[in-house]
């Protein structure tokens, strides 16, 4: 087991004797992301790698353009029998894991929490948060090292630091997210058919994106986006399909705030997007909802039109 160091500057909360894991079980979020997939396969691959019995748990839906992964390797029921320790990667909340996975937690002798979330709730016995860190994945990278990784592992990183960093232009980007992105390439992965894979766009999503750009609100630098069901239906398009959308749209020019809401049944998702200026977390979590600065989100208990006018409000205050 060689998760036993940590980056020097992110506190190490409760102590866990490592050597004693002989089997595990790992946890992503649900309407999983490529942080959430590339971090959760690598740990994965890691701990098997290490003669630790291991199995990926995640609700989905897994979004369709990563199915150039081993997305068969995910169980998405509740397991039979527990593993003697669980991970847990890229969750800021224990919620995140879904309600497939509700009661998870009380059923595992030793939880191990791995995640870059700065409003990260530290449920676990040892929490391994670093809110410096990009991506889940590079704080992974930057605690096992890559010289004992496998190509295949070294992919999962490289996907998961890529995605979440959209092509590294976040401002969560560092000197430390190019050493280990450029320690992963030497370790021979394909970096620009992994760019392929995550950024390039079929044409009938560019077309769903223009059509949401076409009914969008503009109110200075702020740019409102509905995604109600009928548009979904006519583009043939699942929520999980409009997971980039957010983040295409804060490449508008002038534009410093993305709020994308998509109609569900009797609720609407907002996904929020800042370019920097404003703190979209903090703005979630006034809807209950979370996440990171600059990308956030929640869901709100009423139609799409009041949500949009209460989000309007809270953001001309
Ligand atoms: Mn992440």
Redesign the pocket.
């Known amino acids: 087991m060689k998760i036993q160091s940590r980056p020097n500057d992110l506190p190490l909360f409760g102590e866990a004797d490592f050597s004693s894991i002989k089997t595990a079980d790992i946890y992503t979020h649900s309407s999983p992301?490529g942080?959430?997939i590339g971090s959760s396969l690598a740990v994965l691959s890691i701990m098997s790698s290490h003669g630790i019995k291991s199995r990926v748990f995640c609700e989905g839906p897994f979004p369709k353009k990563y199915s150039f992964l081993p997305l068969d390797k995910y169980n998405t029921e509740m397991p039979e029998y527990f593993s003697d320790s669980a991970f847990f990667v890229?969750c800021g909340d224990i919620k995140r894991v879904g309600n497939t996975f509700s009661d998870v937690l009380d059923s595992y002798q030793l939880k191990i929490n791995i995640d870059?979330h700065i409003d990260n709730k530290l449920f676990g016995d040892v929490n391994i948060v670093d809110p410096c860190a990009s991506?889940?994945a590079e704080l992974i990278a930057g605690i096992v090292g890559t010289n004992n990784i496998d190509i295949q592992t070294a992919e999962y990183l490289y996907v998961g630091i890529l995605s979440?960093t959209y092509g590294f232009s976040t401002s969560s980007v560092s000197s430390k997210t190019f050493m280990i992105a450029s320690t992963l390439i030497d370790k021979g992965i394909n970096s620009n058919r992994i760019w392929k894979e995550v950024f390039r766009l079929p044409s009938d999503t560019l077309l769903f994106y223009a059509e949401v750009l076409r009914t969008s609100e503009t109110e200075k630098d702020v740019i409102y986006c509905k995604v109600t069901k009928e548009l979904m239906e006519d583009f043939s398009v699942s929520e999980e399909d409009t997971e980039g959308l957010a983040n295409y749209l804060l490449q508008l020019k002038d534009i410093d705030t993305v709020v994308l809401l998509r109609e569900r049944n009797g609720s609407t998702r907002l996904s929020f997007r800042s370019s920097g200026n404003k703190d979209v977390g903090a703005l979630s979590r006034k809807f209950g909802g979370g996440g990171h600065k600059l990308a956030s989100g929640a869901v709100i208990e009423k139609d799409l039109v009041s949500a949009l006018s209460i989000v309007k409000k809270s953001l001309t205050i």
């Open positions: 992301d942080d959430a890229d870059h991506s889940t979440d």
